[in-house]
């Protein structure tokens, strides 16, 4: 249970809050359920272990499991903002439950944290009666600053939301699991909008109720003017793993091959087209080059599984495109053609010929 929150931030007029502080209730004598005492003693721990009061956020009023253009195509984004004399704190912005945001299928994305946790709670509830007692907590990072271009001032955010779906700590969870999911996916979702500034006043014939109304006054209402770009990263959606070991710091990859005909590949590329939409851009980050093989492998294994998935689609689908790029590679010939010009400039100094004036007395006069 939420017992503090604090302000994060406004995302088209709607306010985003993070988790101050939180209590364990206990609803029910669930040791029958769970098994013995010992093992709902253990189970508390581990949730009490999880720090909540970082990197976890969530919204009463706007739908933060899913991205900016598909919160507009189901919803208009306009959202009742502050009262005029209360613009600077967004803490007294008071949702309405009205008409809930969240759809019952909203608490089972990949990024609602607590999907698992509420899910006991939310069928004893009800489908219908859970959407006002419950909503979905994202983890990952939420920042929010203004900044001024050509002299209009704008609100920059950075949202990552992180998937609960095969996750887990590096070296330990690698590629893509049987249903298609990729190790420890996040979603980066990066926010410009202009319409802070941009408040009208409600018409004054129209009804005011609930939020819209603020000790008698009337608030401004907020006129979407944003754009949004979404990237999503995770692991090389392969079968694929690496050796735990603490004497070595750099464990060997395995590609496991058992997958002939790529269907977890297949299945990654289905959700993503199911979230996002044709076309699908692939960026592989994979080193190409290596002294020892250890990343170039998995390189040849994803040109290929891309190929089968490719050739598997129907003819009226749009084909995935997938870009390799060596990062690594190329900031390292970036830091090389730095240190050669550098190399030069200080060769023509020392030959005489370089633009450096010469220090006062040195002259011929």
Known sequence: LVTARRALGLVCGHVVWGVGDTKLVRLADTVDLRGTEADEQRLKRLLQWVDLATGFF????????????????????????????????????????????????????????????????????????????????????????????????????????????????????????????????????????AGDAQLTWLDAGAPTRGANRVRGRRRPRYEPRVSSATQ???????????????????????????DVTHAATAAHFSLVRARYHDPAVCLSLIRSQERRPRESALRGELAAALHYVNGALPADRERIACVHWDFERQMKGSVDKGSVAADEDEDEDADGDGDEKSPPGDGDG
């Open 232 to 258: 999503l990263r995770g692991s090389v959606p392969l079968f694929w793993s690496q050796d735990t070991s603490a004497l070595n710091a750099r464990p060997t990859i395995v590609v496991r091959g058992h």
């Open 58 to 193: 969530w919204s009463d009023t706007y739908n933060l499991t899913e991205t900016l253009q598909t919160n507009a195509l189901s919803q208009p984004l306009d959202a009742p903002l502050l009262d005029e004399a209360d613009e600077s704190h967004p803490v007294n912005v008071t949702p309405s439950n009205a008409h809930p945001v969240y759809r019952p299928g909203d608490f089972e994305s990949a990024f609602a944290w607590n999907a698992h946790l509420s899910r006991a709670l939310r069928v004893a509830l009800g489908a219908s009666t859970a959407v006002y007692w419950i909503a979905p907590l994202c983890h990952g990072y939420f920042a929010q600053c203004r900044v001024s271009l050509s002299g209009r001032e704008v609100t920059m955010t950075v949202l990552a939301r992180r998937s609960r779906h095969h996750a887990g700590t590096r070296f330990n969870r690698r590629g893509v699991n049987a249903r298609g999911r990729a190790a420890n996916e996040v979603e980066t979702e990066q926010i410009v909008d």
